[in-house]
């Protein structure tokens, strides 16, 4: 598989093949890494993040991940660098694809990370927009194939906020992997019927299902539940707002005896809102799995790097 040169702005670029790759070439790397090996394919590699929002996982995973493979990243944020201040995004990238081999960017319009990617000539890696973040599914994705041994044909239900990033890139990923994939949210939260109608469209080679519901019953049989904050980055006036109408759709033991199901798993992309989309009783009775698919942040973004930029 050769994924040179690609960048990495939404998963409805790529295929279930390329998604499978990453995966599996992440799952590599993990092992390697706890042996205490580790690469140099990107050596000589300056790569630059760039950072509107604060994060902790994803710079985090950006900066090790290019740092055991032998490149080096460097730290833009908002406040360091001209982008969108004084200078065009485009001018932006075209200045740093003269001096960096790769580019993650983390912001507010998904369409500056086109733009990056258009303008830069090198890859451009997607840490986060407000519509998509696609690095977390793949983090996601390893987590489930380590906790079930496959994805097609589980049951995933994504319960909160139905139309921000997170739940617009699980659906993505989920169609596209043959994931079943329920979002769980009031009606005024629901994701865009294009989107919708896309994956319904990427589910049908696999058959699997895309349910879109206010109905908490849904999570019947469910392998999986993910939550996510009630109000991201950008959004945090309207928290009474939120609170108020998504306190049904919390993660508390009564939505878990709903699944019907002894094993079912709880994900969040962190960070958390504890008492929010999620009780801190069952924050921490999945801790463990949670903080697994923390860690596999770094093992999912390595590969990322590695198979769009690094050397054989
Ligand atoms: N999940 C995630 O993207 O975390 P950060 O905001 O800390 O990067
Ligand atoms: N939806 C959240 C995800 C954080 C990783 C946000 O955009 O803040």
Not at 135 to 142: R, S
Not at 161 to 166: A, K, L, T, V
Not at 191 to 214: H, M, N, Q, R, W
Not at 258 to 277: D, F, Q, R, S
């Amino acid at each position: 598989m050769n994924l040179k040169g690609r960048s990495f702005l939404t998963l409805k670029d790529y295929t279930a093949e390329e998604i499978e790759y990453l995966l599996n070439l992440a799952s590599e790397l993990k092992e390697k890494k706890k042996k205490g090996i580790l690469g140099n394919s990107l050596k000589g590699k300056n790569i630059a993040l760039i950072f509107e929002k604060p994060s902790t996982r994803t710079r985090c995973s950006f900066t090790i991940g290019c740092i055991d493979e032998g490149g080096h990243p460097e730290y833009l944020g908002s406040e360091d660098i001209q982008l969108g201040h004084k200078e065009s995004i485009e001018d932006t990238a075209r200045v740093l694809g003269r001096m960096f081999d790769g580019i993650q960017f983390r912001g507010f319009a998904h369409e500056n990370v086109e733009i990056l990617a258009k303008y830069s000539g090198v890859p451009v890696w997607n840490g986060l927009t407000d519509m998509y973040h696609p690095t977390q599914i793949l983090a996601d994705f390893l987590t489930l194939k380590e906790q079930f041994g496959k994805l097609e044909g589980l049951k995933l239900v994504y319960v909160g906020d139905g139309r921000n990033n997170m739940a617009n890139s699980l659906l993505i990923g989920a169609s596209k992997m043959g994931v079943n994939i329920t979002i769980l949210s009031p009606k005024s939260l629901w994701p865009k019927k294009e989107l919708i109608d896309k994956c319904k469209e990427y589910a049908i080679s696999f058959g699997s299902i895309v349910e879109i519901t206010d109905k908490i019953e849904c999570v019947h049989n469910a392998d999986a539940i993910y939550t996510d904050v009630w109000c991201s980055m950008g959004e945090e006036d309207l928290a009474a707002e939120r609170i108020k109408l998504l306190k049904p759709y919390q993660v508390n033991d009564e939505l878990l005896a709903k699944t019907g199901k002894p094993h079912t798993i709880v994900l969040h992309c962190l960070p958390a809102v504890k008492g929010n989309e999620i009780t801190y009783d069952v924050f921490e009775r999945f801790s463990t799995v949670i903080f697994d698919q923390a860690e596999n942040r770094m093992h999912t973004i390595k590969a990322i790097m590695v198979a769009t930029l690094g050397n054989e």
